[in-house]
């Protein structure tokens, strides 16, 4: 049975169009990555994400006005918004560094290490 939440339609389940998205998702971000590696090979990392994300803000802006209008950017807490666009950036200005100076794959499977670091670096800092 499908979870239910109060004032909301029940959700239909489609494991496998998750399972797609899911699929699709990787492979942009695949796309996403190798993109950045070839382009900071001839600009500079910070013009690339500065590129990469005021591009996305416009395409965002244009297709999601029509539907969403003001509430596109109406928010009850703006700071942790902006707090979170800023690590955002500063992560992926990080990895756009990053790939600039190493090969996709070394710097794509430090990525993927993260998750575990995180649990490793758990016990110690939460006693």
Do not use: W
Request: aromatic fraction near 6%; glycine fraction near 4%; proline fraction near 7%.
């Amino acid at each position: 049975m499908a979870p239910v939440s109060a004032g909301h339609p029940p959700l239909i389940l489609h494991p496998f169009r998750g399972v797609m998205l899911v699929a699709a998702a990787v492979l942009l971000f695949a796309c996403m990555d190798t993109t950045t590696k070839y382009l900071t090979a001839d600009f500079a990392p910070p013009i690339v994400i500065a590129v990469r994300y005021t591009v996305q803000c416009l395409l965002m802006v244009l297709l999601l006005t029509p539907s969403h209008g003001r509430r596109l950017i109406q928010t009850r807490r703006t700071g942790l918004v902006v707090l979170r666009a800023a690590c955002l950036a500063l992560a992926s200005l990080v990895m756009a560094i990053a790939f600039n100076r190493l090969p996709i794959a070394e710097a794509t499977a430090i990525v993927f290490l993260s998750p575990l670091l995180v649990v490793l670096l758990s016990g110690f800092t939460l006693g």
